[in-house]
Each structure stands twice: as structure tokens, then as C-alpha cells.
């Protein structure tokens, strides 16, 4: 059993909570690898070139991070009071979600298995 009250300990966990602005987007239909490949591309970067490349970027992922991101930037402007011009891509990660199966008819009476898999997207910003 954990030491004190119950709020004391409700205290010091949102203490230690991260206060950097970030977005999540879960059961994102899209599969983790080809979501890393647009991440790769603006991982460090700062914000308004990280949104030119997702603007340009042919790839189905970049159109779903590009919001992800207008939102991080949202949540940095209005919550944490930061300064847009200073913020930058300090992490971004995919991580496996769900995997949805489905079956497609093959020849003579045969079934094959087709797995349709989702992601978890997180970007985290930060202020230079």
C-alpha cells in the first residue's frame, strides 16, 4: 500500500507530469512504418519548416501528422503560453496500435489473410 493520503499522492504524480505541449493521435489508420518515414523527415526540426515539408510531402501519413502537428502547436500557443516562432520538434514516435484482420477470396475456395494495422502518433514540441 502506498504512503499517505490520497491526495498527497495524487500531488506528487502531477508533479513529476511532463509539461512540454505535445498531441496524440491513436488508432491512426496507418501503419507504423510508413508513418516513421514522414517522422524521420521533420524529427528536430522547428516548427514552420517541420509544416512546409508535411505540406509537400506526397506520402498519405504526412496529411494526418501536418494536423497532429497544427494541433501540438495549438495546445504550446494557447495552454503553455509559448512563443510559436521558438518552438521546435523535440520528439516524434509511432508505436503499434491494433491490427484490424480481413479476409480476401483466393482461388479454389481459399482464404487470405489481410491485416489493415493502426499506429499511435505522439509529437512533442519544445521552446529554443
Same mark, same amino acid.
Given at each position: ?6 491526495? $498527497?499522492i ?7 507530469k511532463?509539461t512540454? !505541449?505535445?498531441a496524440k493521435l491513436?488508432y491512426?489508420r496507418v501503419?507504423? $512504418?510508413?508513418a516513421?518515414?514522414v ?7 522547428? %516548427? $514552420?519548416?517541420a509544416l ?5 510531402? !506526397? ?6 501528422i501536418k ?16 512563443n %510559436?516562432?521558438?518552438?521546435y520538434?523535440?520528439?516524434c514516435?509511432a508505436n503499434?496500435? !491494433? ?5 480476401? !477470396?483466393r482461388? $479454389?475456395?481459399?482464404?487470405?489473410r489481410?491485416e489493415?494495422?493502426m499506429?499511435h502518433?505522439?509529437l %512533442?514540441l519544445?521552446e529554443?
Open positions: 500500500m502506498a504512503k499517505g493520503h490520497r491526495s $498527497q495524487k500531488r506528487e504524480r502531477n508533479a513529476n511532463d512540454r !505541449p505535445s491513436s491512426a501503419s507504423v $512504418q510508413k516513421c518515414f517522422l524521420d523527415a521533420i524529427r528536430g526540426k522547428d %516548427v $514552420q519548416t512546409g515539408i508535411l505540406t509537400y510531402n !506526397p506520402r498519405y501519413a504526412s496529411s494526418i494536423k497532429l502537428l497544427e494541433s501540438a502547436i495549438a495546445n504550446a500557443e494557447n495552454n503553455n503560453g509559448m %510559436v516562432e521558438n518552438l520538434i523535440e520528439e514516435y503499434k496500435g !491494433p491490427t484490424m484482420k480481413r479476409i480476401r !477470396p482461388a $479454389q475456395g481459399r482464404a487470405y489481410i489493415k494495422r499506429s502518433i505522439t %512533442v519544445n529554443r
